[in-house]
Each structure stands twice: as C-alpha cells, then as structure tokens.
C-alpha cells in the first residue's frame, strides 16, 4: 500500500515538474536587441511572439536590432555585421535595424531572403514604417516590419527575379563609360578631319530668279487609301530585382535604408 | 613676230600706273598721282578696242620653234626686254623691270571679256584676311601658323563664262498622309497616297563656271557668289598691276557643270513646292534647257599656293568680297591630343555620373 502510495507521489512530481517548466523565451530564441531602450519588457515580450511566428513561417533568422552608437559603421555595414556575426555568412534571414546614431533604419536580408525581399519591395516595406518612426512608435514600425515581411514571404519570390551586384553595377558603369569615351574621341577626330577637307559647293539655288519661276503643272491626285494594324506586345513587368553588395565578413546581402 | 602690249603710263611721270583696288581709282607709283577711270580713257583712247576686232592672236606656227608648246614672245613696253609667257596669260609684268604689262593681243576678238568686276581687295587686305583666317584653324602644324609665304599672295582676274539658263523642270512623286492610333491591344495606321506631280520653268541668271584648266573648279566654286551689281564694262586698264588670264576652256566643255549645278537647284525649288505630306518619295526631275546665254568675263581672286611637307595646299580669296577658301594642313597630332581630352572628359563624366546614380 506505501509502495503504490509513494510511486503514485513520485509519479504526480514528476509530472507537475514538467508542468512547471517555464514558458518563458529560450535564450537562443532572443530576436530583440532593444540597445537603445526605446522598447518597454512588454513591447518586447510582444515582438518576440510575433518573430517565433514569423521565424515558423520563413524558417529565417530574424533579428530586431536598435542602438545609440554605430561604432563608426554607416548604417547598412552595422546591420550586415551584426547579422553576419549574430547567424553567420549567407544564412537565410534578414535583419531591421533602428540607428540613432546616424538616423537611419535599416532591412538586410540574407540568403534566400534577398530574393524574396526585392528593392522594390523593401522600399515598400520602409515606406509604410516611415510614419511610425516619424511619430516614435518603434514598437509599431517593428510591428510593421514584422507582417511586411511577412506578406512578401507569402507572395513568393517574384517572376524574373534577378540580382544586381555593386561590383557588377561598378564594373558595368566603367564599360559603359569607356564606351562613351571612346565614342567622344571618335566624333571629335571626326569633326575635325572633315573641317579640314574639301565639301562640295551648294548648289545653283542663288542664281535662281524666283521671280520668274513659272509653275506650268502642280496636281496633287489621290490614288488610294489603306488601314493595317498592329498587334501590340504586352510587356510584363518582371520582379524589378534585388541589389546585391558583399559585407565585410563576406556575406551578400540586400536591402534598403531610410532616414528619418 | 611680237605681241601687242599696253602698259599705262602716267600722263605726269611716265611712270606705270595701277589699279588700286582700296581707292578704286588708278595711282602711280612713282610720283604718285590719282586718276580715275574716266581720265584714264580721255588719256588713252586707242587702247579701248571694238569688241568686233578680229582677234590678233599670232598663228601657231610663229612660234612652234619655241621648246615648249604654251608659251610665245612678247617685249615689254617699258624696257623692251623679250620675255616669255604662257598662252594664256593676258596681263602681268615684266621680269626685268617689274612694270605692269597687259598682252592686249589676248584680250581681243572672241577673248574679250564683255565686263569685269574690279578688283575690291588690295593685296594687304587679302594678307591680313589670310591671317585671320589661319588664327581660326587650332589644329594646324605650328610652322604653317608662322610662314612667311603670305607675300606671294596674287592678285589674278579670272576668266569666267556666266550662263543664263531657262529650264523647263518636271518631276512626279508618291505623297503619304499618314495617321496612326491605338485601340485597344492593337496599333492602326492609315495611310492615304496622292500622285503628285510638279513641272516648273525656272530661270537663271549668272551660273559661273570657271574658264581656265589652271584652277581648280571647285575652288573657284567655293569663292562664289560674285556681286554681279558690280560688274562694269570691260577695260585693259583695270587688269594694270595684276595677272590676268584668257579662258581655254570652251563653253560647250563647262556646261555639264552648271547644268548639274542647276538640276540639283530645280529638284530643290520643286520638292520645296511639295507640302503637306507625312513623307514624299520623289524622283529625280526630268530638265530641258530652252535656252541658255553665254557671257565671258574676268573676275577678281586672290590665290596663294603654299607648300608644305612636299604637298600643295591651294588658297584663294574672293577680290570683290573677301570670301576666303582653302584647306589649310592639319597636324595629326594635335588633333589626336585634342580628340583624346575631348574622350577622356567624356569618360570622366559618365563614369563619375554613374557612380553617383
């Protein structure tokens, strides 16, 4: 009778044991780095709901990042390196960044996140959030951020999505500048050696008595009229792309920034 | 047999008078005296000659003993030295004592020219025109910039045939009027054709065709339009202190030119008469020349040749109104170096442009 008594009690310890586990947020779970202090506990607890459910969703990293000293970085270097530090190189996720240090705020997307967040989209994204950071709401415009991305997710990544790299934009930009130089050059030599040859003479027309032209016929006779038509093309808008740049640590990132 | 001269001496001095082309009037060098046109022919009446003379051109076997088939014997009338000329030259000066000598015997008969347009540049003017003119050309080599060969300018009367065409002009083309618009996913363009059809006469008057096979015809076309309003009855006296030359090219053998030259002006003035279309497809006209009226005349060019790596450049300058015609060299280094400041700027520009965008 004890015996059964006392593993009845060990069993109900057990149990209420694992009851009494704490539903508190695991520490690896932590998205928010509030390091400014513009976020109340409650704030928090809230945004951290609503990152796991994002987090579920995507399968992303997520972060929430504020702070009061960029540590001399512009606002996109700081992001991409605290992304890159806190979920390593070209994992998938992305990271908004609030910085009072330079007013800035900042998305960087990581991974398969760049894709599916275009430039477009992400001035989109900072544009709705604009407002709320104008009126200091950091906890809505983080909210905003939150269901931004969110929606895009869901949307899938665009048809025609295409990156576009810096380095590629630079190295494009010197060919293209080359070709123009060289095209400058080629028109001045040009101008040039024809100033300094011979041009044929105009013709008769100042010798010519307008006063006397005589005109002895001038019909203008109708002969036919016709439509065709054309069917036009439709073009359709393609994802419009994602800027690429690499970050100090290696990484590709995308995203966008607005100041406020 | 010796060629007939004239030389003009001065009723004061006896010395050569010439036209100066600043005062329009005719100076002496010497002891410089002034007289007009009208003093000049009171003075020297038997050298005005009937445009109906025969012409007193010596027969070529006179002097087919010559080594050279283009040149004939001629004394000058000042210091009675026998010097030679070309065939076609009819006024220039003496070797030996530099006086002005016209060959009337060249300008006689069928060469007489019926007028002549003095000349209105005197040969300082032409110099300084030349050298503003160089000072426009950047790229020119530098020891083009600075040669002294500006002083062999010279002051030549040209002869000319003039021709007074009428042409009757006819010409067909294909007019369009088109309209387009969109309507809904498609483009539609309607087009209405018209047969359009032009026939004009058309007059000219004065087309110049340059008479001597010395110059080259489009330079003297380049130096065009002479001020006809200045022509004056032709006399010897003008050509005094300049070269003058007789033509040797026939009229026949011109006219190919000014008929090009006023076909492309009746194309012109008859597609100009088709207006009101989207596009024109015309066909080169058809011309008839009814009629067409020959005048022989000299006219006033400055010319300069002027060598320079073992190539002529030509030069000339219109002497009634100053229009300066030539190529001049250019330095293909200079403009390499000016090209490639002109490509670098450009690359600069667009590249930096793009870096910020």
Redesign the interface.
């Known amino acids: 009778m004890r015996k059964i008594f006392t593993r009845l009690l060990l069993t109900l310890a057990a149990i209420s044991v694992l009851f009494a586990m704490p539903l508190t947020v695991s520490a690896e779970a932590g998205r928010v780095f509030d390091q400014s202090g513009v976020l109340t506990s409650e704030e928090v607890l809230a945004l951290e709901a609503e990152l796991e459910q994002l987090a579920v969703q995507t399968g992303w990293n997520l972060a929430l990042v504020t702070t009061d000293d960029a540590q001399g970085k512009n606002t996109r270097d700081y992001a991409d390196d605290f992304y890159d530090e806190l979920y390593g190189i070209d994992t998938n996720g992305v990271v908004y960044l609030i910085d009072f240090d330079n007013r800035q705020s900042t998305i960087s997307t990581s991974g398969e996140a760049i894709d599916y967040l275009t430039d477009s989209r992400i001035e989109d994204v900072l544009t709705t959030i604009d407002p709320y950071l104008a009126e200091q709401s950091y906890s809505q415009a983080m909210s905003s951020f939150i269901s931004g991305v969110s929606r895009y997710y869901i949307a899938g990544i665009p048809e025609g999505q295409h990156r576009v790299s810096e380095e590629d934009v ?1 190295r494009n ?2 060919l ?3 070709a ?7 028109i ?2 040009l101008v ?2 024809g100033r ?3 041009h ?2 105009p ?7 307008q006063g ?21 093309e ?1 073009n359709s808008n393609s994802g419009g792309g994602s800027s690429t740049h690499t970050s100090s640590g290696g990484g590709t990132h995308g995203g966008g920034s607005h100041s406020f | 047999m010796n060629m007939p001269t004239i030389q003009y001496k001065c009723p004061s001095c006896g010395g050569s008078l010439e036209f100066d082309p600043a005062k329009q009037n005719f100076s002496c060098e010497f002891c410089l005296s002034r007289f007009t046109e009208d003093e000049l022919k009171a003075a020297f009446p038997q050298n005005e000659q009937h445009p109906l003379d025969k012409e007193d051109e010596p027969a070529a076997s006179a002097d087919s003993e010559d080594f050279t088939g283009h040149t004939s014997l001629y004394s000058c009338p000042n210091c009675g030295a026998e010097i030679m000329s070309e065939d076609t030259t009819a006024a220039t000066f003496c070797y030996y004592c530099h006086g002005p000598v016209i060959l009337s015997g060249r300008l006689s008969g069928k060469y007489r020219p019926s007028r002549v347009i003095p000349f209105k540049h005197n040969k300082e003017s032409a110099v300084e025109s030349f050298k503003k003119w160089r000072a426009k ?1 950047w ?1 020119v080599p530098d020891d083009f910039k600075s040669g002294a060969q500006l002083e062999k300018i010279t002051g030549v009367y040209l002869p000319f045939w003039l021709a007074d065409c009428d042409v ?1 002009a ?1 010409m067909t083309a ?2 369009k009027h088109i309209r387009t618009w ?1 309507s809904g ?23 110049p065709a340059d008479a001597s096979s010395k110059t080259d015809d ?1 330079l003297m ?2 130096i ?2 002479f001020d006809y309003n200045e022509l004056r009855d032709f006399s010897m006296s003008y050509l005094s202190g300049f070269l003058a030359e007789k033509f040797d090219v026939e009229k026949e053998d011109v006219f190919p030119r ?1 008929r090009s ?2 076909d ?2 009746c194309e ?2 008859l597609r100009e ?1 088709i207006v009101g279309y989207t596009s024109v497809h015309a066909v080169e006209p058809t011309t008839q020349y009814d009629k067409v009226d020959w005048r022989y005349m000299l006219l006033p060019v400055w010319l300069l040749i002027y060598k320079h790596r073992e190539k002529n450049y030509f030069f000339a300058m219109n002497g009634q109104t100053g229009k300066m015609v030539g ?4 330095s293909i280094p200079k ?2 170096i ?3 400041i ?7 520009i ?2 930096l442009g ?2 910020l965008l």
């Open positions: 630079r930009t010197l293209i500048a080359l123009v130089g060289a095209v400058a050059m080629g001045s030599v040039i050696v300094y040859k011979f044929s003479v013709n008769a027309a100042t010798y010519l008595d006397e032209t005589l005109f002895l016929e001038r019909s203008d006779n109708f002969l036919r009229e016709y439509t065709t038509s054309v069917k036009i439709s | 050309k790229f009757d006819a294909i007019g969109t996913d498609y483009r539609y363009t309607h087009t209405r054709e018209y047969e359009v059809r032009r026939r004009a006469e058309l007059s000219f008057r004065g087309i489009r076309e380049a065009e339009p000014i030259r006023a492309k002006a012109q003035a008469s190529i001049p060299p250019l403009m390499l000016a090209s490639g002109i490509g670098v700027a450009a690359f600069l667009t590249f793009g870096l």
